[in-house]
């Protein structure tokens, strides 16, 4: 498979269901669970993209009346062009963070969907990738959420990542099931038609929404197994993310429809490599630039490394309040390179004290697995 030579439209989803802008999000919201979908396009009358609404709007604004318009709640997410190259809409996906982005014509009409998921089905064509390890490509130090928490601390946990999915395990962190964004929006949405009814008969105090009420069955792959064994579990549960677990059930790592995409445009021959920070939600450029300055000579070391080329470096930056003054960060860095993913953290007071704690940790996984090949082609010899 040549991804270079696919163009958007070839793997657009062209069945679009849209809501028109002035719809009440009460029929927006059934509309989604009818079809499915998670993120909606919204239109005007000529069937012009106006921008699209998510899950994510009801979870960040819990006060949102449930006969608001859906047009005072939306994102404009970038948009495709059917003959533009697949690789540069994955690209644009990859920057913004959207799941799906809208294919228009050049009047400004919607006529198909670019999704993760139909990007994700094409790694089945990439023999390669696909009997690769799922080791390889997993993030490791999985973050999960117990059963007997609250969809709030969940909410919390998958915002800090950037997600919409969360392991679910029990008190001795064992896997018992997955959380979706999507099943606690909606259960938010009930708990808002049940106040507003509240508000009639008297009735004023809030629920507290436990994990175990809304979790689902795991999507889950032992170690060892294949990127193909993952996909296929993927694609039997309608799933985000997949878990992979050791022998006694406990989570050692996910993957994600976010982490095969940046593993499959890592496959890419081009020049450079694609860095992305994410998590960092301020206007200021200087902490971007200083971090992208740190980047530079770690690249420079590992070009250096004939057998783990990099093709793809990302942070994901989360800010922890402590104790109401303080702040301390966490940075999860993913390097995707010719051969295998790698994963690392850094944990600091200072977000770039743990931006190099995270690179310098990357470096040494990378030697550890160099050193390794080099004495396993000596005992070849």
Known sequence: MELNKITVSEVMERNVVCVHEKEPLSSVIGKMKETGIHEMPVVDAKGALKGIFSYRMIVRRRNIPIYSKVENLLVYPPTILPDEPLTSAIEKMLNVGHRVLPVVEHSGRVVGLLTRRAIVRLIKKHRELANTPVDDVMSGDPVVVREDESVDVAVERMRGLGEVCLPVV??????????????????????????????????????????????????????????????????????????????????????????????????????????????LDIEDPEPYDYIYSLVEP?????????????????????????????????????????????????VDWNLFRAVREAMDNLERMVMREKKKLMEMSKTIK
Do not use: C, N
Not at 206 to 233: C, F, N, Q, T, W
Not at 316 to 333: F, I, L, P, Q, T
């Open 170 to 279: 029990d008190e001795h962190g064992h896997l018992r099931g997955m959380v979706l964004l999507r099943d606690i929006a909606r259960s938010y949405w009930r708990e808002k038609e049940r106040e507003s009814y509240g508000e009639v008969v008297g009735e004023k105090e809030r629920m507290v929404i436990p994990v175990s009420s809304v979790m689902m069955a795991p999507a889950y792959v032992r170690a060892g197994s294949r990127v193909k064994d993952a996909l296929e579990v993927m694609e039997d549960m309608d799933a985000y993310l997949v878990t992979v677990v050791d022998e006694e059930m406990k989570p050692v790592g996910v993957i994600t429809d976010k982490d095969l995409i940046e593993t499959l445009y890592s496959t890419i021959p081009r020049e450079g490599v694609f860095v992305q920070i994410t998590g």
């Open 298 to 346: 770690f690249l420079h070391k590992l070009y250096k490394t004939e057998r783990f080329k990099p093709q793809i470096l990302t942070f994901h930056v989360e800010r922890h309040e402590v104790g109401g003054r303080e702040s301390k960060y966490s940075v999860r860095a993913r390097l995707g390179t010719d051969r295998r993913t790698f994963y690392a953290k850094g």
